[in-house]
């Protein structure tokens, strides 16, 4: 740098070499800052369920009668002795059978909380359906079937039951599942071992008296389950609301976000007890009006032996007075309320 | 500058000072812009630069504009970085941690009251109030941060907060008067508030942070902005090198070595560019330590103490939905695999003065994981032993959890002391130097003018 017109009169040293240093610290440190959030730092979405609940499988009904199942053997074997080649011999040398049960269905399936004396929180499975798998476990090992180390439960969902058993993830689903036509195309059915009737839960201050009131209403019933489909298929022409479990369909009542929920009169009778303020409604109950739901074990369809063990120890229990002694037990209280008199066992039909 | 100086440019020919003295900024219009000038301005300029005194009175009115515009430059930089350093220290960067200490109590909250209701119908006592007292605290930092203010983006995001924020607790009040009778319609209220903190409440904070994170970029950026600096020292230089002229003219005509006055206020000139200069560059490292030893380190912990909450609250619910958790499990294992793979990683590749409080973060996450694996294998390979998976998450499970999130709580809590202190040392010289520059630019004018106006009145 010289000074225009005076050639002869550069910059003194000192002045460039000022210059120079100013240059260097500039570059040197006035380069613009950024701060952006570090990667490591950024929040992350929340993940989405990889299979949503399948929706109910809906076939054809065109399988006759769904309540006929496979004949019992002629003499069933004794605990601990299964026939060779047969599923129960396989759980037997497994040492445990699993077993696919609900855990939030009182009084069929549920986890019952307690504390001990040490006030450590106690959880074990409870319910008629828990009660029928440990006679089944007790069938295959003996009177030490039911502990906890011959007998597995695993806790599923109502959708998920049939694909634990498809999956082979259990040995047998015992969750109030309806035998029909469309589930037999997937798996396997137990003759039924109770007949439930559909009905209807409402809050106690609401004029409905039964499904046909409720047209164009929001009723509620538990995703993959026949309830959705009889209130899917209702002629009064309700509008389904299908959730997870019974209990969010009792929230959503609280809430009044549906005005009723629809499912089998034993459980109806299980959630009118978490919340007084509910009414399960008895018309429908009525003989003729009624929607029977027959209800049955789940076994998966490569295994028919399995299926016939299953109703030898059925037909067992019912002959042997387990069967009245557990539903007295499980289920007499809550229908004692309104049931005309005390249930009977579902007549079994065999096949051939 | 240009339309003092420059007219003399293109008249070398009538006196090689006059050049000289005010041509110490390069350039100027070209020809075409004497032409639109006044023609009394340019003949005043001629006929003044004819005399030396004449000469000296447009080489202080020169200088006089240099400095300043040299001040003006040092002083508005001074100030935009400190209202930008201020706008990070005082509002965007305490909201920022405030933010992030809110989003981490509620998701412990949530976590928390999962955890309890597995434990049984009546809820541990120390749960009950880990409960309370992170509710508690949320609701503090929410009422401060709603003081503070923000933006209307930033506001919409904290109305969610507040708004929702009772919806949640009302219903896990909901689920612990339904759990308490051994209802199992509690745990569908708990699966129902926890959706909401999960998908609006928490969400809406992360918003919030980030808004706050963009705020703390954009306060960076402006209080370090290159052109600041670049200013100051191209004005500074160009104060110095007419100053320097304009003793050189007087050292040719008037004979005289030296001019003390002038040599003066040179060198407060040429103080002023180097303390600016070297105040910026301080306040910069500073905002520099701020960032790595304090902002990086608590963003990233914060996001580490989060994503380890978010994983314990879905290990609890998944057990407590027992069957209908394949979502909470596709969440656990996604935030177990960003927390496991990047940001502990990125946690532990962090230097820095608190390194000692981070490195004990990935080896307390390995030992909650080995059992929450434990827990998660006793539900689902081995069938439903269930029970046995509840004692190992509410007993061992509980303990590693606790001790990753105090060391993650304090690892976080130290970096953000230090983001704190960084940004107030980052201020602290830039009211000084404001002060500083002004009496500087105020003193070396009035020093070139007497050094000036001296040899100007010997001519009368």
């Known amino acids: ?352 | 500058m240009s339309p003092v100086t420059a007219p003399v440019a293109p008249v070398p020919a009538h006196s090689r000072w006059a050049s000289a003295a005010v041509s110490a900024a390069p350039g100027g219009p070209g020809i075409r812009g004497w032409a639109s000038l006044p023609r009394e301005a340019v003949a005043l300029l001629r006929s003044g630069a004819r005399t030396t005194p004449g000469l000296l009175r447009i080489a202080a009115v020169a200088l006089t504009a240099l400095i300043t515009l040299f001040w003006a430059a040092a002083l508005a930089s001074t100030l935009v970085r400190q209202s930008a350093v201020d706008a990070v220290r005082d509002r965007a960067g305490p909201s920022f941690v405030a933010a992030q200490r809110l989003h981490a109590d509620l998701s412990a909250a949530d976590a928390t009251v999962a955890i309890a209701y597995l434990a049984g119908t009546i809820e541990p006592a120390e749960r009950r109030q880990a409960y309370d007292s992170s509710i508690e605290e949320a609701g503090r930092e929410l009422a401060a941060l709603t003081r503070a203010g923000g933006g209307d983006e930033a506001r919409a995001a904290l109305e969610t907060v507040v708004t929702r924020l009772p919806v949640y607790t009302g219903w896990v009040e909901q689920a612990r008067a339904n759990n308490r009778q051994g209802h199992v319609v509690g745990a569908a209220y708990l699966w129902k508030a926890s959706k909401l903190m999960r998908e609006e409440i928490l969400p809406a904070v992360e918003t919030f942070a980030a808004i706050n994170a963009d705020r703390i970029d954009d306060g960076y950026r402006r209080g370090t902005h290159w052109s600041q600096p670049t200013a100051v020292a191209v004005l500074g230089a160009a104060t110095l090198a007419a100053l320097a002229g304009a003793q050189w003219l007087l050292f040719r005509r008037a004979n005289r070595v030296l001019n003390p006055w002038l040599l003066t206020a040179t060198l407060l000139m040429a103080a002023s560019l180097v303390v600016t200069l070297a105040v910026f560059s301080a306040e910069r490292a500073r905002l520099v330590e701020a960032r790595d030893q304090g902002f990086v380190p608590m963003a990233e912990v914060g996001q580490a103490r989060v994503l380890g909450l978010r994983v314990w609250g879905d290990h609890s619910l998944s057990l407590i939905a027992r069957g209908d958790s394949s979502a909470l499990d596709a969440d656990a294992a996604a935030t177990t695999e960003r927390l496991g793979k990047e940001v502990l990683p990125a946690v532990a590749a962090l230097a820095g003065p608190d390194q000692e409080t981070r490195t004990v973060l990935r080896p307390a996450w390995v030992t909650y994981e080995g059992l929450s694996g434990q827990a998660y294998r006793l539900v689902t390979e081995t069938a439903g032993r269930f029970p046995d998976a509840v004692a190992i998450t509410v007993g061992d499970g509980a303990v590693a959890f606790e001790r990753y999130d105090a060391a993650a709580a304090a690892a976080f809590e130290s970096s953000a002391l230090r983001f704190g202190e960084g940004l107030a040392a980052a201020d602290g010289r830039l009211p000084g130097l404001a002060v500083a520059v002004s009496v500087l630019a105020a003193a070396g004018v009035a020093l070139m003018a007497i050094g000036l106006w001296r040899r100007i009145e010997e001519y009368r």
């Open chain 1, 1 to 352: 740098m010289t000074w225009p017109g005076s050639p002869r009169a550069p910059l003194p040293v000192t002045a460039r070499l000022t210059l120079a240093g100013l240059a260097m610290a500039v570059a040197a440190g006035c380069a613009t800052l950024s701060s952006p959030l570090p990667a490591a730092g950024r929040p992350a979405a929340l993940a989405t369920s990889p299979a949503p609940a399948p929706a109910t499988a809906r076939g054809p009904d065109d399988c006759g009668d769904p309540t006929i199942s496979e004949r019992p053997p002629a003499v069933m074997p004794p605990p601990g002795a299964m026939p060779a080649g047969t599923l129960m011999d396989r759980i037997h040398q497994r040492g445990s059978i699993t077993v696919g049960v609900l855990a939030d269905v009182p009084p069929f399936g549920y986890i019952e909380r307690t504390v001990d004396e040490h006030g450590q929180g106690v959880s074990a499975f409870q319910g008629f359906d828990v009660d029928l798998a440990k006679e089944i476990a007790k069938s295959i090992f003996g009177p030490d079937g039911a502990d906890e180390t011959h007998l597995k439960f695993r806790a599923v969902t109502y959708a998920e039951r049939i694909p634990v058993i498809q999956d082979g993830d259990v040995d047998i689903v015992v969750a109030t599942m309806t035998t029909n036509c469309a589930r037999r195309a997937a798996v396997d059915f137990s003759v039924p071992y109770y007949d439930a009737v559909a009905t209807v839960l409402v809050l106690k201050d609401s004029p409905y008296t039964g499904m046909k009131d409720l047209g164009g209403r929001k009723v509620c019933a538990p995703l993959g389950t026949t309830s959705l489909e009889h209130v899917e298929d209702h002629p009064a022409g309700p509008v389904q609301v299908g959730l997870p479990t019974v209990a969010d369909c009792l929230v959503a009542l609280q809430h009044h976000e549906v005005e009723a929920i629809s499912t089998d009169d034993v459980i109806l009778v299980g959630l009118a007890q978490q919340d007084p303020q509910t009414r399960v409604l008895v018309d429908d109950l009525l003989p003729g009006d009624a929607d029977h739901e027959l209800i049955a074990v789940g076994v998966g369809k490569d295994h028919p032996e399995m299926t016939g063990f299953v109703n030898g120890v059925l037909a067992r229990i019912v002959a042997d007075g387990t069967w009245e002694r557990l539903v007295r037990h499980h289920l007499w209280d809550y229908l004692a309320a309104f049931a005309p008199e005390f249930p009977r066992p579902p007549l079994p039909r065999y096949r051939d």
